[in-house]
T-cell receptor
């Protein structure tokens, strides 16, 4: 296992379309985080899972956004009816309970045209 | 909001030590100091973390002041590949999976 894997790396979509991103955490990491990063800013927290339970959601996560982690392994982040303001890098991170650091994937860069 | 303050940018000559400061004057007793960096178009990379004592690993050293209100990340021999945005983050001891709150960070440019 080489780290947190995200797919796709890049996505271009038309405004109004739905998109889904996938994150595969490091094996046995039971915590999984989603972040969003716009140009020139630090990553902003979106949501967090412990196993399959979604324990925290940011106010940034509007009702067009939904995240799942059905079996406590990989996670998906779906954005419905995309808007140009959704254009950003979407980052996933994972950690093991009791471990203090989290490890990030390379991100999915979304461009809404 | 981020609980840390960092200079927006710094330059460092290749081969010299890079000293990146961070202020966290409101840090509480159960909060760690973490450093991550982000090279262009990549995800953030964990560097080091500490609670009270100074820490060193193969990447860097972390010096935390005695009152814990500030810290310095030291890259002992900076190379061009260390050019990145460096984020200083304070975060509670992880019992509940508290998320990492990133500020704008310090953009370090290592110059040849």
């Amino acid at each position: 296992d080489t780290g947190v894997s995200q797919d796709p790396r890049h996505k271009i979509t038309k405004r109004g379309q739905n998109v889904t991103f996938r994150c595969d955490p490091i094996s046995e990491h039971n915590r999984l985080y989603w972040y969003r990063q716009t140009l020139g800013q630090g990553p902003e927290f979106l949501t967090y899972f412990q196993n399959e339970a979604q324990l925290e959601k940011s106010r940034l996560l509007s009702d067009r956004f939904s995240a799942e982690r059905p079996k406590g392994s990989f996670s998906t982040l779906e954005i419905q009816r995309t808007e140009q303001g959704d254009s950003a890098m979407y980052l996933c991170a994972s950690s093991l309970q009791g471990m203090t650091e989290a490890f990030f994937g390379q991100g999915t860069r979304l461009t809404v045209v | 909001d981020a609980k840390t303050t960092q200079p927006p940018s710094m330059d460092c000559a290749e081969g010299r030590a890079a000293n990146l400061p961070c202020n966290h004057s409101t840090i509480s007793g159960n909060e760690y100091v973490y450093w991550y960096r982000q090279i262009h178009s990549q995800g953030p990379q964990y560097i080091i973390h500490g609670l009270k004592n100074n820490e060193t690993n193969e990447m860097a050293s972390l010096i935390i002041t005695e009152d814990r209100k500030s810290s310095t990340l030291i890259l002992p021999h900076a190379t061009l590949r260390d050019t990145a945005v460096y984020y200083c983050i304070v975060r509670e001891v992880d019992n509940y999976g508290q998320n990492f709150v990133f500020g704008p960070g310090t953009r370090l440019s290592v110059l040849p």
